[in-house]
């Protein structure tokens, strides 16, 4: 049966006919004829007022699904079968299968969606470059997620692609032109991302989050410092400072900027000595003047090792908010004292108990000149934190413990070994009169006022805001979504491998670390798909790791493949498997049982759904 549209007087109506075969009267012959099986009515009757009614009509009953009820009883939902001829001769080449990635359909829907398609290609043409700088961005931030490797090993990856990425060969030779090309444009790439994170994702830039960590590189040397005619110096970029791995070797310091959703927002890089709170000034100015809304008032977040000096004098100077948190052990008599006493804490539950006042401050800004301002201090207590603690200064509490007891034992520790012992008398000489006191029979001398102090501390966490308005739980609950920013350091230095890096100039370290932003951005961005398309999968609004950490999302997505089946079809690899499944579905990507050609593989991204 079949769908006719007739013109009857004018008047258009909607008819179901179908084909059947009769005896010619004058032939004998049996030949087909056209019967009318229902009469619908007049398309008037039906017209939904939106354009291209009749094409739309005839498109869903061929589909099965007509978008009138009156012509669901002579639809036909069995849609038949296809069979594929494939012949295969022993002894070919076609009898070994070759699976090869398909990933990068779906993160270049992610990058398509963040505007860098256009971004790039528009400034190639503007400058000229004569290479495709854009496929190269592609390779190095894909080949990340997927395998990390050297510069020239993710070139050759381009193989390993069922629709390569680069299509001249020659063009490998670029790579380095196009991380020269990378560094230079970076702060536009971040910003064209940001203004697509506010569109289509809903980016607030309300309360950015700030942390430091720094890589190592492969090397023992420095880079040498650069001395001007004008006696100024500037640093080398590559140098040696402290290492959040306790390595040995010259590093860069990397800040990263993180939005409340946990997406990053850029970078900055600063020379390996560069200390964590004299970033953020810097990190600031670079990367969120340009993004965040100068209308609306924002906070920066960060730890106590930034949270200080530069950094606040750059937040009251320029009135920003901060939320930092503050040494509780490194405090005040006053500030402990006060830690310590009870009077004024709120009892949340036997578990948790916080309090706060206001003080005054005052601060230098750059300028030299002096400001005072109210700072909100909240000091908490944790159960939770207590035991953490307990267990941490074990270790210290017992040495303090055997000191008390033994105080001629206090120069020996865990390190010293028998033989040292043997040479240490337990007698010590008075320098001034010369007499010898045996240490055995002597008191510990300790004030055992701050060690009873030091003890009443544990459990104690306190954070500082210039928000002194803020609700203290809000306070408590936005400074404890800085955990995050460890969760994605974690990320780059395990899932992407950022470190060790092989690559040696300023230029080329950062733009190194800026294509593992953008692949740790992509990697975000298809967990928040994940959890707005599967809110099941929540818990007090956050994805769990275990449900689909990056690591689990790079495994599934490497086993996203296509393999050539004969001549013209190909077929999907591992679409059953759970993991990869989950992400499929959550980008609007249905693949049936079916071999596909080329034609049809390639379709599928423009398929793919972005959830905002």
Known sequence: MFLEIIN??????????????????????????????????????FDDGKPDFIARLKASYIAGQPIIDELKPFVNNTVPQEIYNIRLCEGTDDCIGHPKLIANLLFEKILEDLGLSLLIRSYKNHYDVGFDVYGFLKLLVFGRILNPASKWSTVKQNEDYCIPILKNEMQEYNIYRALDFIYEHRRAIFNRINTAMEKEHHRSLSRIYYDVTNFFFETDVQDEDISFDDGTVESGFRKNGVSKEQRKQPLVQMGLLMDEQGVPISIECFSGNTLDHQTLATAFRNSVNSVADADNRFIYVCDKGIGKGESISYAIENGIGYLTSRTVRGASKEEKEWIANQDGYIIVSENFKYKTRIVKKTTTTSSGLKLEYSEKVLTYWSRKYYEKEKIERKKFYDFVTKYLENPHLFRLNSTQTSVVRKYLKKNVMNRKTGELLNLSDLSAVINEEALMLDYSLMGYYTLATSEINMDDREIIKTYGNLVEIEEQ???????????????????????????????????????????????????????????LSADRIQAAMKKWMLEKVGDIYYRFCNIDDPDLSLILDSFGVNIPKKCFKIGEVRQLKSKMEMST
Do not use: W
């Open 489 to 547: 350091f974690h990320i780059m230095k395990s899932t992407l491998e950022t470190r060790p890096m092989y690559v040696r100039t300023e230029e080329h370290v950062v733009a190194h670390l800026s294509i593992c932003a953008i692949a740790l951005i992509l990697i975000r961005l298809i967990q928040s798909t994940i959890k707005k398309k599967h809110p099941e999968l929540l818990k007090d609004g956050l994805l769990f790791n275990n449900v």
């Open 8 to 45: 009857n007087n004018g008047t258009k109506y909607i008819r179901v006919s179908e084909t059947v075969r009769v005896t010619d009267y004058d032939s004998h012959k049996s030949v087909p004829r056209k019967k009318t099986v229902k009469n619908i009515g007049p398309v008037s009757r």
